[in-house]
């Protein structure tokens, strides 16, 4: 998966197939968003991940996230195989997710943002 930041509004935008043509808004190129890049408290923003009857619990941040209106996680987004899920949380919300995956078996791809300290990935085998 990737992810795009425009500087200027800030929204972000996933690019589903393909390489993408250069990305533009409000007339400025868009910014990958590389995973774990930031220099920030790695407790605070990596993904907890557990998994358990076919059900991935995310949890972002062995110490929990921030969760003020100046800061926190938008949305957490899941892949796994071709199946991609993403769920958007508001500020008031704790930063943590809960994901049906049924009998999928292989390798799964979580990736939190944070709109502050960019976009987080971790990842587990079921």
Request: aromatic share 8%; charged share 20%.
């Amino acid at each position: 998966m990737k992810f795009y930041i425009c500087p200027e509004s800030q929204t972000v935008v996933e690019v589903v197939a393909g390489q993408p043509a250069p990305l533009t808004c409000d007339g400025k190129p868009m910014e990958e968003l590389v995973p774990n890049s930031t220099n920030a408290a790695v407790e605070k923003h990596m993904p907890v991940l557990s998994a358990e009857n076919g059900v991935l619990k995310v949890c972002v941040g062995e110490v929990e996230h921030p969760s003020i209106e100046k800061h926190w996680i938008p949305f957490v987004a899941v892949k796994a195989g071709d199946l991609v899920l993403r769920r958007s949380i508001n500020a008031t919300e704790k930063p943590e997710a809960i994901f049906p995956l049924g009998d999928f078996k292989g390798e799964v791809e979580v990736y939190a943002w944070c709109n502050l300290h960019g976009i987080w990935k971790a990842t587990i085998t079921l």
